[in-house]
């Protein structure tokens, strides 16, 4: 008696699909088997099932992709009223300490530091989530603001682009498949977006009240 090889474990899923498929043709009308018919029925159905939930997780993971580009864009947006609420309350409140902290935001001591602000340590990236890096550094006591620059690592010489100019100390940027590049990196309106699988170098410094300090120590990292 001979015995059926399957090879099951060894197909990937479109081979699997095309395999039953190709057997459950085979039954049909073959007058070998008395249910031949009945069992391609229950491959077809078996195989249509396969399809239909490929195509729904397809779906899925492209309605995902623009889900988190959205999200990305709506961060950006929210950065960007934030920050015009704060310079709001600035002007309205006359720079009045008192009535800035009312407003449930804060305030900065007035820097103590003369001449050029020290250089940035410590910056780090690290991936929170697929589609998004993290870029966090040390806080310079008396700087006003963070310069964040970074260039495409691709074998020519790039220079460094201004990326943001921003108060804080981290920043989160979007990664996206399919983006006009311009120097490695898209500028559309709500920010910058880096695209998926190209290596950046990025770089850091505060800024203070006599002007931009030194540059911090490059950190490379793919964007995933």
């Known amino acids: 008696m001979t015995n059926i090889t399957l ?15 190709r057997v459950a043709n085979a039954l049909r009308n073959n007058p070998h088997f008395s249910e ?18 490929n195509d729904t997780m397809a779906n899925l993971e492209r309605q995902l992709k623009t889900l988190r580009m959205e999200n990305a ?8 009223t934030f920050t015009n609420t704060a310079s709001w309350v600035g002007k309205e409140s006359g ?6 902290l009312s407003a449930g935001l804060s305030v ?39 310069e964040l620059q970074a260039k495409v690592l691709d074998g020519r010489q790039q220079r460094f682009q201004q990326i943001k100019l921003l108060t804080r100390s981290s920043l989160v940027l979007p990664v996206a498949d399919e983006v006009d590049l311009e120097g490695g990196m898209a500028h559309p309106e709500e920010g910058v977006i880096l ?6 170098a990025f770089r850091v410094a ?3 009240a ?15």
């Open 7 to 21: 090879n099951w474990s060894r197909k990937n899923r479109d081979e699997r699909l095309r395999y039953a498929a």
């Open 36 to 53: 031949g018919n009945h069992m391609a029925s229950r491959l077809d159905t078996a195989v249509g099932l396969v399809v239909v939930n």
């Open 73 to 80: 864009a709506l961060m950006q947006e929210l950065e960007q």
């Open 95 to 100: 720079g009045d300490a008192k009535i800035i």
């Open 108 to 146: 900065r001591k007035t820097p103590q530091r003369v001449g050029a602000m020290p250089k940035v340590s410590m910056l780090e990236i690290t991936y929170p989530t697929m589609g998004q890096l993290l870029l966090n550094w040390t806080y310079v006591d008396g700087a006003v603001s963070y």
């Open 195 to 200: 695209k998926r699988g190209v290596r950046y």
């Open 206 to 208: 505060a800024v203070g």
């Open 210 to 224: 006599e002007g931009r300090g030194f540059w911090s120590d490059p950190v490379e990292r793919i964007a995933v």
